[in-house]
């Protein structure tokens, strides 16, 4: 975040601004994330791909994480 000249995030409950995440709170903003895949005798008939937020995409960017890995 401070290379990016970046202060704080709004990664609180709330959207409130953060200065030093913690990893329960990075691990929390993506605890709903889910992907589905719709199955009919076993072969896949639809992918449900979870979209990411705003927030979601640049916490991976600070963490080097490709947001297609995730």
Known sequence: MARAGVEE???YPEQRQCAHPTTE???RLF???ERHHLL???LTVQVFDLSLTDLQRR???FLG??????
Request: net charge neutral; no cysteine; aromatic share 4%.
């Open 9 to 11: 995030l709004p990664i």
């Open 40 to 42: 009919q005798h076993g």
């Open 31 to 33: 605890s709903l994330a």
């Open 25 to 27: 709170q990075v691990l």
């Open 59 to 61: 916490v991976l960017a």
């Open 65 to 70: 994480v490709p947001a297609s890995a995730f």
